[in-house]
Structure formats: C-alpha cells, structure tokens
C-alpha cells in the first residue's frame, strides 16, 4: 500500500449524483477498556460534516476499537461522543447506530439472502419500512455502487469488491449522518481494492461524513481531509495529509511511515 500503488482516483464509481448530508462527530476524552486491559486512553477527534477522516497506525493501536466504540459495539469506559452537536450518551444504541453506519472488513452479509434482500432487511427490521419502499430504497442505493445489474446475486455468487459494495449500499440504505469503515479493503484481492476505493472517494465527494481506518497510505493521502495518527490507545498526531505524510513531527509517526511507505 505505498503511495504510488493506488493510482488515479478519479471518475465516478457509481452513477447517482445524490447528494449527501454529512453530521459533524466529535470525541471528547473517549476512554475504553477490555477488561482490565485500557485501549484508549483519552482520545480526542473532530470530524466535520462531509469530511474524510483517515486514521492510521501499527495494529493493537485501538483504530478498531475507537470505530467500535464511536457506534456503541462495545460500550466506552469514559468521555463523550456527539453527532452533529448532540451528546450519544443517553442515545439508545439502535438509534446511534441508525445515524452512524458501519463497514467492516469481512462484509458481514447474510450469506443466504440476495444483494437486494441484504439492502433492504435494514431497512424492513430496523427502520420498520414497508417492503415496496424498502427495495424502491435499496435499489437506489445498489445502484450508486454500481450494482444495479447483480441485484438478485447471492453473496457467493458476487466478487469480494461487490460484496463490499453492497455492504456499502447497505450502510448507505439507512441514511445515515457518519459511516466509519474498518480496513473495508483489507480481504480484497489487490486488482478489487481500487474500484471500492474510488467508490468511498466518490462518497466522500458527494458529501458523507466518513471516518476510515486503512492501511491505504495513498488513498488518505488522496482523499482524506484530515489523517490521525494513532498509537498504543492514544492520538498521537492530527493533520492535513501533507502535514502528516510530507512533515510528521513525532518520532513515532516518522518511524511508522518508514516502515509502511
Ligand atoms: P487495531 O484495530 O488498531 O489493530 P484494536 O482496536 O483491534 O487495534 O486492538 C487494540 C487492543 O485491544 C489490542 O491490544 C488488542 O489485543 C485488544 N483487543 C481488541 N479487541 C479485543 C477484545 N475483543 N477483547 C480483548 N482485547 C481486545
Ligand atoms: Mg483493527
């Protein structure tokens, strides 16, 4: 994943124009524990509407952690999360995770459901819609990722790149303020990683408010707004990709671009 190996990230990967409405989150003094074990420890984050966030770090930094903890997978030991302004801590979880979406690396599809039904079961469990609305919706959204024409495909029937895509389309479905993608690239072969890369790109251009953890130097030195830096639970260090790659200022971060780039 050097900077070089992404390429262009230009051009359109879905064909809907819709625009997004990004919510602005903010983390004050996120703390979070395994037990015993504390993994972050006092992480501050501001992310605003319609930006892309890129977080990176070595593994057992907590990238995970944070993700799972900005939508309640795993409750926080301390601090606050607000979306657009609003405290999450006395959100129901089902209701924080409607306004923040989530994408993770091994797709979590419903094996024996269509990429049509995987869409639209969200919708018809979560958000209780009826079915005709729910697969109008769904076949919208399948169609932003370029999917229109694999819509009755099973999961295995579908490359990992289109796989991903329909979790995309799910995430996508629910409407939500924020999506957070965990390493979404990290299970593809390589020749798949670029088209679901120019998808999140387009995403990202159309107005969604997006915080992704990736190994994907190029991408977030391309696409991200801002990069994060993590390490051992904490942030380290929070600038524009040209400050965080072209000028790191903590030994930590020099030393884990030496190593990854
Ligand atoms: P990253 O995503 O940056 O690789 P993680 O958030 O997955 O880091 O992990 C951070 C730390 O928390 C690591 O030390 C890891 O071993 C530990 N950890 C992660 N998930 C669990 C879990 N479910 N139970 C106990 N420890 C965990
Ligand atoms: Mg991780």
Known sequence: SGLEEVGELDGAAGTSEVAFKG??????????????LDVLKGVDLSVKPGSVTCIIGPSGSGKSTLLRGLNRLVEPKSGDIFIDGE????MKPETLRRRVGMVFQHF???PDHSALENVMLSLTKIKGMPKAEAERIAKARLADVGLESRQHHLPSGLSGGQQQRVAIARALA???EVILFDEVTSALDPELVKGVL???ADLGRRGMTMVVVTHEMGFARRVADQVVFMDEGRVVETGTPEAIFD???SPRLQRFLAEVL
Do not use: H, I
């Open 23 to 36: 919510g602005s989150l903010d983390v004050r003094n996120l703390g979070m524990a395994y037990g015993d």
């Open 87 to 90: 405290s999450t801590s006395t």
């Open 198 to 200: 120019n998808l999140m």
């Open 108 to 110: 979590n599809l419903f």
């Open 247 to 249: 000028n790191p200022q």
């Open 174 to 176: 629910m409407e939500p």
